[in-house]
């Protein structure tokens, strides 16, 4: 995985070298200065013009953890811990940019060539079936997009209810849900420890399987809604349920700058973006493209990375002296693993690799409760064996 990526020289500018991963891309754009901008003419139209994820300073677990999970969503989602203001927003709209493409169905039915693979003609509507049929491509080549969950939002908002403007026409008709946008998106829950239990539940239930069904009435529908997520809260606002918790992959604590010149060189390029965001965006496009080209590389490659027998037993050893329970961690741990040793370009897992992870993939998923609880049915079962051989 040699390429070419920016790095800055004296005046800020940037000239080629050779970047060996995204690890070491993060740090070289991390460690620029950016020159100020001076400020844009304003010609009052709105534009989404997000932060540049690269342009981030430090945080780079946060970065790492949201760049894993671009390349393989079977990490199970992000979940950004920290204080307000401390860039954890900022991050995952400025990931816009790093999206990588995918194939998604040009059918308002959803059709897709594995549904005729698996189900025959009849699981796909009539048009999609004639286009297979004809060898045409039932498929389009898109962005992955970020679709955002606003706060306010309802559970019918999210999987979706009766079509409304059907409905004043006599007709029944289920209108999709956020869930069912979010297919092959990536989904970013703000303030997931705000939501409310039942859009929480639905969220993750929709996110392990892949799918989720909608029954309104007599009618009823069943979606796609294989995205990667990613959520973010603040602890001093309250506790997220354990069983959520469980549900997000990899857990990152984001904490405040505690250098001087990372909180300078964070307010230069504030500013520099306040007073010209597009200029700004331009001078990390050149990185930026270098880290579409890694990903798409890494996401090429990691069907193919494997995880040594040694290592596996290592990392199995690492979750029982913790005594976690949950299956997750180590699903998490080495999917999270593969994912680090493809943006290696490596084709192999290493101890190391799960070194680095484990802190994100293992941390808060031991149980404080469940070792007391085994415990108290262990002495109890105990005593009923106990009485019952005195009879």
Known sequence: MEDKTPAPDQDGELVSTGV????ELIEIVSGRSLKE?????????????PFPFLALVG?????LALLLNLINPAIGGVLLMGPRGTGKTTAVRGLMDLLPPVERSSCFYGCLPEDVEFGGMDAVCPDCAAKYARGEPLTRADRVKLIELPLNALLEDVVGGIDERAA?????RLKRGILAHADLNLLFVDEVNLLDNAISDAILDASASGL????????SATYRSRF???????????DLRPQIMDRFGLRVVVQGLTEAAQRLEAYHRTRAYLNNPRETIASFADATQIAVAEIASAKALLPLVQIPAEVAQAGIKLVQDLKIDTLRAEITLFEAARAFAAADGRAQVTLDDIKELAPMALRMRR?????????????E??????RFARL
């Open 168 to 172: 004043v026409h006599e007709r029944m």
């Open 20 to 23: 060996r991963s995204l690890r």
């Open 59 to 63: 945080q780079y677990e946060m970065k």
């Open 228 to 238: 990667a997520l990613v959520g973010s809260m603040n602890p001093e606002e309250g």
């Open 367 to 379: 149980s404080e409760f469940m070792p007391k609880f085994i415990d108290t049915l262990t002495r």
């Open 212 to 219: 989720y069904t909608v029954r309104r009435s007599s009618i």
């Open 37 to 49: 901008q001076q400020p844009a003419e304003d010609f009052g139209l709105a534009e989404m013009l």
């Open 381 to 386: 079962d105990e005593s009923i064996r106990q």
